[in-house]
C-alpha cells in the first residue's frame, strides 16, 4: 500500500512539474524572440545612422583655404544640412521663399563687406538652401566656405568712386 502511494506522489509530482514547467518554457521562448526583434530594431535604428564630417573654411584672407574648424556627428539619415550646422555652432540667417541664407556661422561673416558662406556636399556646389539639403549617405563631407562675393564688392567699389 505505501509504494502504491508513494507511486502515486511520485506520479503526480511529475504530472504537475511537466505542466508548471511548460509556462516557463514559452516565456523563454518569447523572450528569445523580444531579444531578437530587439537586435533587429537597434540594427535598424544603426543603419539609419550616417556619420557626417563639417568643415569650416575662410577664403577671405589668405590665398589658400583655411580651415577654421572641423567637427564630426552621427545624425538620422535624411537630416538637413542646415539643422546639423546649427547643432556644431552659432549661426545666424536669414529666412525667403527659397530656404535659408546663412549670414554669419561662428560670428564668421559680413554683409556689408559682401563676404558670404556657401557649401559644397561630398566636393559638389550645393543646389538648394542648406535647410533644403538632405544628408543621405555616410561619411559624407559638408564643408562651408567664407567667400567674398566678388562681384559685389567690385560694384561697391564702382558705386563709391563714382559718389566721390
Known amino acids: 500500500m505505501k509504494k502504491k502511494i508513494l507511486a502515486v506522489v511520485v506520479a503526480s509530482a511529475a504530472f504537475m512539474g511537466l505542466f508548471a514547467s511548460q509556462p516557463v518554457q514559452k516565456q523563454n521562448v518569447q523572450a528569445a524572440k523580444n531579444t531578437k526583434t530587439a537586435k ?10 550616417i556619420s557626417v564630417t563639417y568643415t569650416l573654411k575662410d577664403t577671405t584672407k589668405a ?3 583655411q580651415t577654421l574648424a572641423k567637427k564630426t556627428f552621427k545624425v538620422k ?33 559680413n554683409e556689408k563687406k559682401k563676404l558670404y558662406w556657401t557649401y559644397t556636399v561630398d566636393g559638389k556646389m550645393a543646389k538648394v538652401a542648406a535647410d533644403k539639403q538632405k544628408l543621405t549617405k555616410n ?26
Request: net charge positive; charged share 30%.
Open 139 to 164: 561619411k559624407s563631407k559638408v564643408v562651408f566656405t567664407l567667400k567674398q562675393n566678388v562681384q559685389a564688392a567690385k560694384n561697391t567699389k564702382t558705386a563709391k568712386k563714382t559718389t566721390k
Open 40 to 49: 533587429k530594431t537597434t540594427k535598424k535604428a544603426k543603419a539609419k545612422q
Open 77 to 109: 539619415k535624411g537630416t538637413s544640412v542646415f539643422t546639423v550646422l546649427k547643432k556644431a555652432w552659432k549661426v545666424n540667417y536669414t529666412k525667403s521663399s527659397y530656404g535659408v541664407f546663412i549670414t554669419k556661422i561662428k560670428g564668421l561673416g
Open 63 to 65: 590665398k589658400n583655404k
